[in-house]
């Protein structure tokens, strides 16, 4: 099986997995792994490692609307090097605090490889799930597209730069402004093509996107050989782990969010198009 074939398993059999998280009374609930030689390219220091590893659960937490309240992590590696933990759990902390929430500990463990495990909760009386577009809304997206491809392009060169990129900021305090106006919602951790895939089968509709208003990341500039590639690390690279919702009242979503917010479109009774061509379902698998 292959992920995707995976995750429709374990959503069939688990009906409380089928979102960003599962939501048990007013608590929701995530967990990610991340490993070295999938997840975290050479020269990334232990410090963006805590950040993003950690950064990646809470964005999901956003994802639901909700308010971020703690995270745990288990860290595992061939050798416990002081220097590195210290960073790790620097980088895990000042993500947290970032976000409103507290970094509370977790689990230690020695592997071959290294790795994290990660799990954020989060609070919210009115979580908002993937299966409410309707036609009609408009569908957004927070911030830019394309951050993490070009921190990966920029590992090489400039480590600097990439760690730089690659540590984001969870949108949590955005999740919770447009969730009183969001009518469907989910992180672009998969990236932006798949994300509409997946939003559109939850909801059972389809979205026509407008490319001229995607907002791409000043760095993909710097890394991308020309326009077609851009939008390729834009629209299908994913790992930028903004939000993409849909939304019948997009000015006053925008007014409310605490970063920026664009639409890049509209909910459809169709397929997933963009510049009215089908768009790929093709994005980030682990």
Do not use: K
Not at 66 to 71: E, G, K, L, S
Not at 214 to 226: C, F, G, M, T, Y
């Amino acid at each position: 099986m292959d992920e995707r074939a995976a995750l429709a398993l374990v959503g069939a059999e688990l009906p409380a997995a089928g979102d960003d998280c599962a939501v048990v009374g007013d608590t929701v609930v995530t967990t990610d792994m991340l490993h070295e030689t999938t997840d975290f390219p050479g020269g990334t220091t232990r410090y963006t490692a805590g950040w993003r590893a950690v950064g990646a659960s809470l964005s999901d937490v956003a994802a639901m609307g909700a308010d971020a309240t703690a995270a745990v992590a288990v860290y595992a590696a061939p050798e416990f090097v002081e220097a590195e933990l210290r960073d790790f759990l620097r980088g895990a902390r000042e993500v947290c605090e970032l976000v409103g929430a507290e970094y509370v500990g977790g689990d230690l463990d020695g592997h071959d490889e290294f790795t994290v495990a990660t799990t954020a909760l989060g609070e919210t009386d009115d979580p908002v799930r993937r299966s409410g577009a309707e036609a009609g809304d408009a569908v957004c997206v927070t911030g830019t597209l394309g951050r993490s491809a070009a921190a990966l392009r920029l590992f090489a060169d400039d480590p600097a730069r990439a760690n730089e990129l690659f540590r984001f900021e969870p949108r949590v305090a955005a999740g919770r402004a447009v969730a009183s106006h969001a009518s469907a919602m989910l992180d672009s951790s998969d990236g932006l093509a798949r994300s509409l895939h997946q939003l559109a089968a939850a909801s059972d509709c389809g979205f026509a996107v407008e490319g001229d208003r995607l907002p791409v990341h000043d760095a993909v500039d710097a890394v991308a050989a020309d326009a077609a590639e851009q939008r390729e690390l834009a629209v299908h690279f994913g790992e930028d782990f903004e939000l993409v919702f849909t939304t019948p009242t997009p000015d006053r979503a925008a007014a409310a969010a605490t970063t920026t917010v664009t639409r890049i479109g509209t909910v459809t009774d169709g397929g997933v198009e963009l510049d009215g061509e089908p768009l790929a379902d093709r994005g980030y698998t682990h």
